[in-house]
């Protein structure tokens, strides 16, 4: 059974920086697309980063120049660098596979709230 675990996130000033964590379990990581998603009060859940097997990333154009999606095969591992963060920003942010692949089970994911 896969488990996503999401860590990492709390309260931040307009303009502060995050790094969100996911540790994936019960797969053969190494290779295997990841992404980055996150669902904001009455909004659909949206994928904000993906990154390769081979490590080649793809950005929303809300958050390209802002975040940064890096994966460590070793940990089975994979980060969200966030910086320049803006209230709107703020979401419960997700890990699993990227659009056009089967998902796993969703995790509980990680609040991030962006206020002054």
């Known amino acids: 059974q896969v488990h996503l675990v999401e860590s990492g996130g709390g309260l931040v000033q307009p303009g502060g920086s995050l790094r969100l964590s996911c540790v994936v379990s019960?797969?053969?990581?190494?290779?295997?697309?990841m992404g980055w998603y996150r669902q904001a009060p009455g909004k659909q859940r949206e994928l904000v980063a993906s990154i390769t097997g081979g490590g080649r990333t793809v950005y929303a154009d809300s958050v390209k120049g802002r975040f940064t999606i890096s994966r460590d095969d070793a940990k089975n591992t994979v980060y969200l660098q966030m910086n320049s963060l803006k209230p709107e920003d703020t979401a419960v942010y997700y890990c699993?596979?990227?659009?056009?692949?089967?998902?796993?089970?969703w995790g509980q994911g990680t609040q991030v709230t962006v206020s002054s």
């Open positions: 019960g797969i053969i990581f190494r290779g295997s697309p």
């Open positions: 699993n596979r990227p659009t056009g692949y089967v998902t796993f089970n």
